[in-house]
C-alpha cells in the first residue's frame, strides 16, 4: 500500500478584529480511506475566551490533498497583547498515513484593544526668588498591556528642560497607571513674562492612542517687581578704579535718575579712595545697567582689608523704588605678600538651627571664596582679624564644622615665612529655630465663635509670630498672632507654626471641638374631644413638635389624674376631665458640661367639643380636627377670624396656595421668608426664592434634578433588579448637604448590595437615605441599588430630595417614581439564565446556564460578565453555556457579578446579577 505523510501550516494569521485564522493540514499522497487526525492545542491564548475551542481531531476525507482547522476568534475588551494559538499533530487512525517532521504550526491572534494615553494641565506654579520651582505633568493610561510593555515618547518646550525629550516605560501588566515628568525653572528677582510650558505626547507604542492634542500646558508665573540694586565689589588697591554696577531689575516702561555719594567704612576718602557724587539715568527698557567708577588712592601701606560705600538716594519715578540702597566696596592690599582671596557674596549666610545649606549639604568656611591660593600658600580660617596670629588658626576639622556664628576671617597663608594675605570676612548667622511651648485649643455647645492659642518656650531668645493653617503641611494661611479666633458649625482641627528670625518650627495641631447643641424643637398646642363622637380624641404628642433632637415626653399637668404615656406617646382624651393638659419634652443628648439639656411644652385643651368655645363659628371639635386653637377665635394672629378662613366646608377647608396649610393657619399678613408675598398666598413660607426667584432675598439657589430608572419593569419572585437614582444639579451654583429619601417597600424587595462611585456620597441601607456632601454645578452623581423580589405585585418605588442648601428653586423635579410588576417565577422559559453557578469540578453546576441558550433562533446571541467595579471578566457570543467563572484560565474569585445577555432574537438586551459560589 501507498503511504502518505501529513504536514500542518498556518494558511491564515488572526486578529481580534473579526479575522478568523485557518490552520491547513495538507498529505503528501492522497489515501483511499477518510482518516482521523488528532492534535493538541497550546499557545498563550485561552480556548472558550479568546477563541471557540478547536476539539482535538478533524476528519481527512479520503481523497483529498488537504483539510482545514478554522480559528474562530471571539470579541473582548481586553488590552491583553497578541496571542498565540499551537496546533500539534500526535498521530492519525490510519497506519498507512503518519505525521511528518512538521507537524506543528502557530496562527497569532493580534490584539486590537490599545491604551489611552494622556497627560494633565497642571496648575501654574510661581517661579519664586532663588532656587528651582518645579511643575509636574502627569502622564497617565487608562489601562495597562499584560503581554507588553506601553511606551510614549514626550518633548518639552520651555524651562530648564526646553528642547529635552524623552521615552516613559509602562511595563507590561504594571499596576502603576501614571508617571511624572518634572520641569524645572530658576527662581529669580527679575521682572519678567511668565514662562509658558508644554509637555507634548507623541511617538506612542502600537499597542495605546494618545488621547486629545496629547499636551500639557501650564506656566511659572513671575512673582517679581522692578527696582534698583547696587552691587558690592572686591577689588585690589593697585586696580586704580572702583567700578559699581546699577541695575534697575526689571522691564519698565518709563525710566528713572537716582543720585550716588561715596562714603567711609574702614577705608577713608583721599587715603584709600576719592569722593565721589553724581546721578546716573535710565531709560525704558528690561534690566538696564549703569556703571559708576570710584578712584582708587595706591598707598604703599601695608594694612588690612579695607571698605567703602557708595550709597544711592532719590528715584525720581515713584515706579521705580531703591530695593538696594548700598554698594560696599572691599579692597584687598597690594602690599601684602599676596592678594587676598575674592569674596563669594551668593553664598547663605544665615542659618536655622545647625550650620546647614537650604539644600540640605553642610556648611565649609571654604565654600566663601572660589580663589585658588597662590604656590606656597594655603587658604586659612580665623576667628580674629590678625592673620599672622597663628594660633588662632582654625583647623580643617572646624572649618568644616562649625560651632559657633559671629565673623570669619579667610586669608591665604605661607606658613614658612609667616607672611599672610589681606582678609576677606564672613559674618554667620545661626538662629534657633523657634519652639511651641503650648497650645490650648477651644470647645463649644453648638455653632459660634472659637478661640484657640499657642505660647512660646519658655527660654525663647527671640518672642516669635505664630501662623494658622488649615492643614498640616501647605495649605490656606487663616491668621496670625498667639490667639486665633475663628467662627465654625463643626469640629475643626487647625495647625499652627512659630517663625522667628526666618526659621519656621513644624506645626501642632490644635482642635476645636463643637458639641450638638440639643433642641427642645418647636411646639405647636392643639386641642383634643373628650367624646370622640364630636371630634379627635387621639393626639399624638410626637405630631405636636418638630426641630427636636433626641429626648423624650413626661406629664407636668394632667386635670384627670390618670395619663401614663407609652412607648408611642399617644394620648387617647376619649372620658378624660375637660381642661388643659400640659406635656414637657425634654432632651436627653447634652454633653456636660458644655452642653444642657432643654426642655419645651405643649398643651392641648381638652373639651367634649359639643360647644363653640371662641365663638369664632367652628365647633371645638371640629378645630381638633383642623389644629385651629379653640380658645383663640383668630389662630394665626391675621385679624380673620377662624371660621371665615375655613370657609363654608369645614371637610373642605381653604387654602389658596395650595401648600397644604389651610388659610386659618397660614397668616394674612406674615411673610416668613420676607420674599415679598405674604404667607397665606405664598407656596413655600421658608423658601424666599418661590414663589418669586428674582426676591432680594433669594441670594443663591440651585435647582437639582432627581431622575429614577429601573432595569426592568417586571420580574418574577426570587430575581434580582436594579434601581438607579440620579441626582443632577442643573443650576449654575454648587448645591451642598443633599439627602435624598430612598426606602424600599420591604412587602416587596430585600436589599442586597448597592453601588456608589468616588465622590457620590454615602447610602444607609437602613434609614432609606442617600447623603451627598457636595454636588457642583452642571455635575450629576448616581446610586444604583440591587434588590430581590420576594412578593408578587406592583409596586411603587420613589426617591425624594428631602434637603438641600441653598434653597431648590424648583421642588417639582424633586421626586422620580418607577412602578414595578412582580410576577411568580418560572425557571423553564426559553432564555432564562440561572443566576447562580458553583464551578468546584464536581460535575453539578459547574457551568453557568442559560435555557436553550443553543437553539438557531438564538445564534449570534453575546454575552458579556463585568465584577463589581465595572471590570469586564468575560465576553462571548454564541454562548454555548461552557463558561465556568474563570479569566485567562484563572478562576474568578466568589461573589455577585454583573451580565448583559443579548438574545440576538430581537428582545430587549437583559442586565442582571450573578453570583459564583465555591
Not at 725 to 754: K, P, W
Request: one cysteine or more; glycine letters at 8%; hydrophobic letters at 35%.
Amino acid at each position: 500500500n501507498d503511504t502518505a505523510t501529513l504536514s500542518i501550516t498556518a494558511t491564515t494569521q488572526a486578529a481580534e478584529d473579526n479575522t478568523d485564522g485557518l490552520f491547513t493540514i495538507t498529505t503528501s499522497n492522497q489515501f483511499p480511506t477518510a482518516t482521523l487526525v488528532s492534535f493538541d492545542v497550546g499557545g498563550s491564548a485561552t480556548a472558550g475566551t479568546d477563541y471557540t475551542a478547536l476539539g482535538t481531531s478533524v476528519n481527512f476525507p479520503a481523497n483529498t490533498n488537504s483539510v482545514a482547522i478554522p480559528v474562530e476568534v471571539l470579541f473582548d475588551f481586553d488590552l491583553e497583547g497578541n496571542e498565540t494559538v499551537v496546533v500539534t499533530l500526535t498521530g492519525t487512525d490510519n497506519t498507512n498515513v503518519t505525521i511528518g517532521a512538521t507537524n506543528d504550526a502557530t496562527i497569532t491572534i493580534t490584539d486590537n484593544d490599545r491604551a489611552n494615553v494622556s497627560i494633565n494641565d497642571p496648575a501654574a506654579v510661581n517661579e519664586g526668588d532663588s532656587g528651582t520651582a518645579t511643575l509636574n505633568f502627569t502622564v497617565s493610561i487608562d489601562a495597562s498591556d499584560p503581554g507588553a510593555a506601553i511606551t510614549v515618547d514626550y518633548t518639552i518646550s520651555g524651562g530648564n528642560e526646553d528642547s529635552d525629550t524623552g521615552t516613559l516605560t509602562f511595563p507590561a501588566g504594571t499596576p502603576i497607571l501614571s508617571q511624572t515628568i518634572p520641569v524645572t525653572t530658576n527662581g529669580d528677582t527679575v521682572v519678567e513674562n511668565d514662562e509658558e510650558i508644554s509637555v507634548t505626547l507623541n511617538n506612542e507604542s502600537a499597542n495605546a492612542d494618545i488621547a486629545g492634542d496629547g499636551v500639557g500646558e501650564s506656566s511659572f508665573t513671575d512673582d517679581d517687581s522692578a527696582g534698583l540694586i547696587i552691587d558690592d565689589i572686591f577689588v585690589n588697591e593697585e586696580d586704580g578704579t572702583a567700578t559699581f554696577t546699577i541695575t534697575l531689575n526689571g522691564n519698565v516702561f518709563f525710566g528713572t535718575t537716582v543720585t550716588y555719594q561715596t562714603s567711609d567704612d574702614t577705608a577713608v576718602s583721599g587715603d584709600d579712595y576719592t569722593t565721589t557724587s553724581g546721578a546716573v539715568t535710565f531709560g525704558s527698557g528690561n534690566n538696564q545697567t549703569r556703571t559708576i567708577n570710584i578712584p582708587l588712592i595706591d598707598d604703599g601701606v601695608l594694612e588690612s582689608t579695607e571698605t567703602f560705600f557708595v550709597d544711592l538716594t532719590n528715584s525720581t519715578s515713584l515706579f521705580v523704588p531703591i530695593i538696594d540702597n548700598r554698594g560696599i566696596a572691599t579692597i584687598e592690599d597690594d602690599d601684602n605678600c599676596a592678594p587676598a582671596p575674592i569674596l563669594n557674596t551668593d553664598v547663605q549666610t544665615t542659618f536655622c538651627g545647625t550650620f546647614t545649606y537650604d539644600n540640605g549639604t553642610a556648611v565649609s568656611l571654604n565654600d566663601y571664596t572660589d580663589s585658588t591660593a597662590p604656590a606656597g600658600m594655603v587658604l586659612t580660617w580665623s576667628r580674629l582679624s590678625n592673620p599672622l596670629n597663628a594660633s588662632a588658626h582654625l583647623l580643617p576639622s572646624e572649618v568644616d564644622n562649625l560651632a559657633n556664628d559671629g565673623s570669619y576671617y579667610g586669608f591665604f597663608y605661607d606658613g614658612d615665612n609667616n607672611c599672610a594675605s589681606g582678609t576677606i570676612e564672613v559674618e554667620l548667622t545661626l538662629n534657633p529655630i523657634p519652639s511651641i511651648g503650648g497650645t490650648l485649643g477651644d470647645e463649644r455647645c453648638g455653632p459660634g465663635e472659637v478661640t484657640l492659642s499657642a505660647n512660646a518656650a519658655v527660654d525663647a531668645d527671640t518672642p516669635p509670630t505664630f501662623n494658622w493653617y488649615d492643614s498640616a503641611t501647605g495649605g490656606n494661611l487663616l491668621g496670625t498672632g498667639p490667639t486665633f479666633t475663628d467662627n465654625i458649625s463643626t469640629t475643626t482641627s487647625y495647625f499652627v507654626e512659630a517663625t522667628a528670625n526666618g526659621c519656621v518650627s513644624e506645626r501642632q495641631e490644635v482642635i476645636a471641638t463643637i458639641y450638638p447643641a440639643p433642641s427642645a424643637g418647636t411646639t405647636t398646642n392643639t386641642s383634643a374631644c373628650s367624646i370622640a363622637a364630636n371630634g379627635t380624641s387621639i393626639r399624638d404628642l410626637d405630631d405636636l413638635i418638630t426641630g427636636q433632637s433626641n429626648g423624650s415626653w413626661s406629664v407636668t399637668t394632667d386635670p384627670s389624674n390618670s395619663i401614663v404615656l407609652g412607648s408611642d406617646n399617644i394620648v387617647d382624651f376619649e372620658g378624660l376631665t375637660d381642661g388643659s393638659y400640659v406635656f414637657t419634652y425634654t432632651t436627653d443628648d447634652a454633653t456636660p458640661p458644655f452642653c444642657d439639656n432643654v426642655s419645651s411644652q405643649v398643651t392641648i385643651t381638652v373639651n367634649d367639643c359639643d360647644m363653640d368655645t371662641d365663638l369664632d363659628g367652628l365647633f371645638d371639635g371640629i378645630e381638633a380636627i383642623l389644629g385651629t386653637d379653640p380658645n383663640n377665635v383668630d389662630s394665626d394672629g391675621d385679624g380673620i377670624e377662624d371660621g371665615v378662613e375655613v370657609g363654608d366646608d369645614s371637610a373642605n377647608p381653604l387654602d389658596e396656595d395650595g401648600d397644604g396649610i389651610i388659610d386659618a393657619l397660614d397668616s394674612n399678613i406674615d411673610d416668613t421668608d420676607m420674599d415679598g408675598v405674604v404667607d397665606q398666598l405664598d407656596p413655600a413660607n421658608t423658601n424666599p426664592c418661590l414663589p418669586n426667584p428674582d426676591s432680594e432675598f433669594c441670594v443663591a439657589t440651585v435647582d437639582l434634578e432627581i431622575t429614577k430608572t429601573a432595569d426592568v419593569d417586571y420580574l418574577r419572585i426570587n430575581e434580582q433588579m436594579t434601581f438607579t437614582i440620579t441626582v443632577n444639579n442643573i443650576s449654575v451654583e454648587n448645591a451642598a448637604s443633599i439627602q435624598v429619601s430612598e426606602v424600599l417597600d420591604a412587602t416587596g424587595f430585600n436589599y442586597i448590595s448597592h453601588f456608589t462611585g468616588a465622590g457620590s456620597g454615602v447610602y444607609d441601607e437602613v434609614a432609606g437615605t442617600w447623603d451627598i456632601p457636595l454636588l457642583n454645578a452642571g455635575d450629576s452623581v448616581s446610586l444604583v441599588i440591587l434588590v430581590e423580589a420576594i412578593a408578587s405585585g406592583f409596586y411603587d418605588n420613589t426617591a425624594t430630595i428631602v434637603e438641600v442648601s441653598p434653597f431648590d428653586i424648583d421642588p417639582d423635579n424633586n421626586e422620580a417614581t418607577v412602578t414595578i410588576e412582580v410576577g411568580e417565577r418560572s425557571n423553564n422559559e426559553c432564555g432564562f439564565l440561572f443566576n447562580q453557578f458553583s464551578p468546584n469540578g464536581d460535575g453539578t453546576n459547574d457551568f453557568l446556564y442559560i435555557n436553550c441558550i443553543t437553539n438557531p433562533e438564538y445564534a449570534g446571541n453575546s454575552l458579556e460578565i463585568y465584577d463589581r467595579y465595572g471590570n469586564q471578566v468575560f465576553a462571548t457570543r454564541d454562548y454555548d453555556n461552557t463558561w465556568d467563572g474563570t479569566r485567562n484560565n484563572k478562576e474568578l474569585p466568589k461573589g455577585t457579578y454583573f451580565y448583559i445577555l443579548d438574545l440576538a432574537d430581537g428582545s430587549e438586551v437583559k442586565k442582571g446579577w450573578i453570583q459564583i459560589i465555591r
